[in-house]
């Protein structure tokens, strides 16, 4: 029997499957790049991202809008904040941020503090589409608003 000719077969037979190894990384590195890239989602430049909704707190129900304002440069952003009786009529503007980084990976994060009393409430989150955003509202005790030590889950869409 030929020994080489077995060797041979062999040999081809590893570099095949090396060959075939290396071509399922490429695909699955080529996946991981294009899932990373698309899952970017840079927000609209000069765009107001909004929510508004109700929520139950200490304070009774009460009605919340929340504006995400972003910067024609598209990396900062400010956020304002509106409160009310459950009434539409009843919202007015309770405080606004000052201008906050929008971070490289689209994520955010602004406070408006009141000296030494500390935070009023915040906003951080990430955009997840170029219209859309998902973000924590908080708000202390501190404030006027709801008087309530609290977290709203909120998405913010633009047109």
Request: a positive charge; hydrophobic letters at 40%.
């Amino acid at each position: 029997m030929n020994t080489s000719w077995s060797t041979d077969r062999e040999e081809h037979r590893g570099l095949r499957a090396r060959r075939e190894i290396l071509v399922g990384l490429m695909a699955i590195l080529a996946f991981v790049v294009v899932v990373g890239v698309a899952g970017a989602a840079a927000p609209k430049k000069n765009a107001i991202y909004s929510w508004s909704g109700t929520e139950k707190t200490g304070a009774g129900v009460k009605l919340f809008k929340v504006e995400l304002h972003v910067a024609a440069n598209r990396k900062t952003a400010t956020a304002v904040f509106y409160c009310g009786t459950a009434s539409p009529t009843s919202i007015t503007l309770f405080g606004s941020t000052k201008a906050f980084p929008i971070a490289a990976n689209d994520s955010f994060n602004g406070q408006v503090n009141q000296g030494t009393i500390g935070d009023l409430f915040g906003i951080k989150g990430s955009f997840t589409t170029a219209k859309t955003a998902t973000a924590v509202v908080h708000t202390s005790q501190y404030n006027t608003c709801d008087a309530t030590l609290a977290n709203y889950n909120v998405k913010l869409a633009t047109s």
